[in-house]
């Protein structure tokens, strides 16, 4: 029986213990415990029917438009000299630079034909020569006449090339062979030209002529 009151009393305290704890939780004073709060629910998001439209880039009626590119301008190309205008525009290159050289020549035939003489003859045909180069390398050349005329600027090169250093010869045996090569240079651009011209249809000229 000691045992049985014992177990009794025990068990007994035990559960008020327990149920102390549970009860105080449970049925306290209504308004006196802070209740749990409840989450404030977050404020709906706006429907997407209810919002404000914007621009969409799928929608090619409200998308602003690219601007164009402005159009290149046509490339126009020159149009083609006729083998009447080429002709012209050499007859006027080989024309000045032929009169140039006769000027030079009649001068030097007037002077006392000292190697000062001979330096200025140089000079004026080194300048003949260097304009009558730029003039037909200005000319819209084509063709087989392209091909002519590289034939006779090529020893026209070599022939200006030539009198420059007669012109800068200090003595006449200098002076003579850079004369010498100018003459075979003048020789070959001759007989170019000719060929040139009568391509042309014009006429050719003297020898040493263009």
Known sequence: ????????????????????????????????ATPPSTATPAPSSTPLASATPGLSLASPATATPMPSAAPSPSVTSAPIPSVAQLAAAYTQAATNVNEANRAARAAWDRSAQTLTDAKRLARAYAAADLAFIRAVQAIPWYGDFKALARRVLTPDNQRYVSVGSAMEATTWDAYNVSWNEADTANMDASAASNELRIALGLPPVPLLGR
């Open 1 to 32: 029986m000691t045992v049985v009151v014992f177990l009794t009393v025990a068990a007994a305290g035990w559960l008020s213990h327990s149920s102390g704890h549970s009860i105080a939780a449970a049925t306290g004073t209504p308004g006196a």
